[in-house]
C-alpha cells in the first residue's frame, strides 16, 4: 500500500497492453506495483519518490479526450529521478531497448547555480518519453568578485 506519502501529481497513462507497460516499467526499469484493480486493468506503480498509474485503454473507464495514436504522450516527457541512471541505461540496452536519446552529463542553470545530471530519454511500449536521471551535483554560477 501507499502508505503516507501520497505525490500531489501522479500522471495515468493509457497503454495499449498492460502486460507489456508492467514489463517494461517494473521488469526493466525497477518500479514496484503498489496496488493494483486486475477487473480494470490498472496498475499503481512506484519507485522511490515517482508514482505512476498505468491503465489498459479500452477496459475500465478511460478518459480520452482525442484520438489515441503513437507515439502517446507527444510534448510530454516524463523525468524520473533514479540512483544511477547509466546503470539503467545499460540495463535497457543490454534488454534490447532503443534509447531516444544517449546517456549524457548535462548542467541546468537554476539561477545562481547550475544543477548537473546524468541522464538518458527512452519510449516506454507506448512511445511515452521518459528522461531518466541522477543528480551530479551543483556548481555555483555566481560572480566570484575576481576580475
Not at 508492467?22 to 526499469?29: D, R, V, Y
Request: hydrophobic fraction near 40%; aromatic fraction near 10%.
Amino acid at each position: 500500500m501507499l502508505g503516507i506519502f501520497q505525490p500531489a501529481l501522479v500522471p495515468e497513462l493509457l497503454v495499449a497492453s498492460l502486460d507489456s507497460s508492467i514489463e517494461f516499467w517494473c521488469g526493466l526499469c525497477g518500479f514496484k506495483i503498489s496496488y493494483s484493480r486486475p477487473d480494470e486493468r490498472f496498475v499503481y506503480i512506484v519507485l522511490g519518490s515517482a508514482h505512476l498509474m498505468l491503465e489498459e485503454a479500452g477496459v475500465g473507464r478511460n478518459w480520452i479526450t482525442g484520438r489515441l495514436e503513437r507515439p502517446l504522450g507527444r510534448g510530454v516527457n516524463l523525468q524520473i529521478a533514479v540512483s544511477d541512471s547509466a546503470a539503467l541505461a545499460n540495463a535497457l540496452h543490454q534488454a534490447g531497448v532503443e534509447l531516444f536519446m544517449q546517456p549524457e552529463t548535462k548542467w541546468y542553470d537554476v539561477g545562481e547555480a547550475e544543477a548537473g545530471v546524468q541522464q538518458f530519454l527512452v519510449q516506454d511500449p507506448d512511445g511515452y518519453l521518459i528522461r531518466f536521471q541522477s543528480p551530479v551535483g551543483r556548481r555555483s554560477t555566481a560572480p566570484t568578485g575576481d576580475s
